[in-house]
């Protein structure tokens, strides 16, 4: 099946920093990527849908300033999470798709730890 | 609109005993079904799908699922439980070129 790499797959960082993750689709193109936050022991929750070449789709509630989401190319799609705190601390997991209709390879997941 | 219900969020099992995850889904239009698992601190591995093919659907590690319109279920079974199924289970459902609904999982053990 297709492979998705994540990047990092664990980071801490100070309250108030920013922190950047990295998600590519390694032998495919992945025209539309997704994110989405994962509590402890509870179901993935979509934060935006990120297009490539044009703004991601935010799902309600998500603040867009907060996760700025980047798909510069058809490999790769970027989180960044701005000025983040304590609250943010989560895991993220991305995933894209190859086929119309709907299955999802994911990423590793990246587990943001905010002190 | 489409949703996914998982019913029983937690699922205990004997190993070699048969394994039996229920998903029931509700889609306006034809679905597209997907059985993932997850490890702990780890992304999401897709066991097996449906894509209105044949109804009964084989996956890896021995799981396979059965598509019934008549019922809207897409359960999951495995004949034998390994200690090694012990993990996380989500149900989700897509239609053509739209996003994913998943359930809220179901986490299943495997007593040795």
């Known amino acids: 099946g297709a492979v998705v790499s994540q990047h990092p797959s664990r980071v801490i960082c100070k309250s108030g920093t920013s922190v950047k993750i990295e998600c590519r689709s390694l032998?495919?193109?992945?025209?539309?990527m997704f994110w989405y936050r994962q509590f402890p022991k509870q179901s993935l929750m979509l934060m935006a849908t990120?297009?490539?070449?044009?703004?991601?789709?935010?799902e309600q509630g998500v603040e867009k300033d907060k996760f700025l989401i980047n798909h510069a190319s058809l490999t790769l799609s970027t989180l960044t999470v701005t000025s983040a705190h304590p609250e943010d601390s989560s895991f993220y997991i991305c995933?894209?798709?190859?086929?119309?209709?709907?299955?999802?390879?994911f990423g590793e997941g990246s587990r943001l730890t905010v002190l | 609109a489409q949703s996914v219900t998982q019913l029983g969020s937690h699922v205990s099992v004997s190993e070699g005993a048969l394994v039996l995850l229920r998903c029931n889904y509700s889609?306006?239009?034809?679905?597209?079904l997907f059985w993932y698992v997850q490890y702990p601190n780890q992304g999401l591995q897709l066991l097996l799908k449906?894509?209105?093919?044949?109804?009964l659907v084989k996956g890896i590690n021995g799981f396979e699922a059965e598509f019934k319109k008549s019922e809207t279920s897409f359960h999951l079974t495995k004949p034998s439980a390994h200690m090694s199924d012990a993990a996380e289970y989500f149900c989700a459902v897509s239609t053509l070129g739209g996003k994913s609904t998943f359930g809220d999982g179901t986490t299943l053990t495997v007593k040795p």
């Open positions: 995933s894209a798709s190859d086929r119309g209709y709907g299955e999802l390879f």
């Open positions: 449906y894509t209105s093919a044949a109804t």
């Open positions: 990120s297009n490539e070449g044009s703004k991601a789709t935010y």
């Open positions: 032998d495919f193109q992945a025209t539309t």
């Open positions: 889609s306006s239009v034809p679905p597209y």
